[in-house]
């Protein structure tokens, strides 16, 4: 794997476990927030593989049209929505409130939140 793939999917990890519990997040919003905001396809690959010791919230990120990306009638959405209604996420017709239920975060600046950079979290 290439040194920026490896990057973009440290980032992509890093900012999908701060998407705090009952908020949602877009493959877009988590591509621009890991510097590569032209690759929101890239955001749901790189979940896909990702090493299940991370226990990543992968369930929040979601379409930027407030829907699942997974076909309505597989059991992968029904186990994203079932996860996302447990943390109060609620649904209209299989689509989620952007205005509502998304995820604003507070503090981009240098790709920081709560004073953790993206590399410490992997230390």
Same mark, same amino acid.
């Given at each position: 794997?290439? #040194?920026?793939?490896?990057?973009?999917?440290?980032?992509?990890?890093?900012?999908?476990?701060?998407?705090?519990?009952?908020?949602?997040? &877009?493959?877009?919003?988590?591509?621009?927030?890991?510097?590569f905001?032209?690759?929101?396809?890239?955001?749901?690959?790189?979940?896909?593989?990702?090493d299940?010791?991370?226990?990543?919230?992968?369930?929040?990120?979601?379409?930027?049209?407030?829907?699942?990306?997974?076909?309505?009638?597989?059991? &992968?959405?029904?186990?994203?929505?079932?996860l996302? #209604?447990?943390?109060?996420?609620?649904?209209?017709?299989?689509?989620?409130?952007?205005?509502?239920?998304?995820?604003?975060?507070?503090?981009?600046?240098?790709?920081?939140?709560s004073?953790?950079?993206? #590399? #410490?979290f992997?230390?």
């Open positions: 794997m290439s #040194e920026t793939m490896q990057h973009f999917r440290q980032q992509v990890y890093f900012w999908v476990q701060q998407i705090p519990k009952g908020t949602v997040a &877009s493959y877009g919003q988590i591509a621009k927030l890991a510097g905001p032209r690759h929101a396809r890239h955001v749901s690959k790189a979940l896909g593989c990702a299940k010791s991370l226990k990543l919230p992968w369930f929040r990120v979601i379409g930027a049209n407030g829907k699942i990306a997974f076909n309505p009638d597989s059991d &992968s959405f029904a186990k994203q929505k079932c996302l #209604e447990k943390e109060g996420v609620q649904f209209k017709q299989d689509t989620i409130d952007m205005k509502q239920f998304a995820w604003q975060p507070v503090n981009t600046d240098n790709q920081q939140l004073g953790l950079m993206a #590399e #410490e992997f230390r």
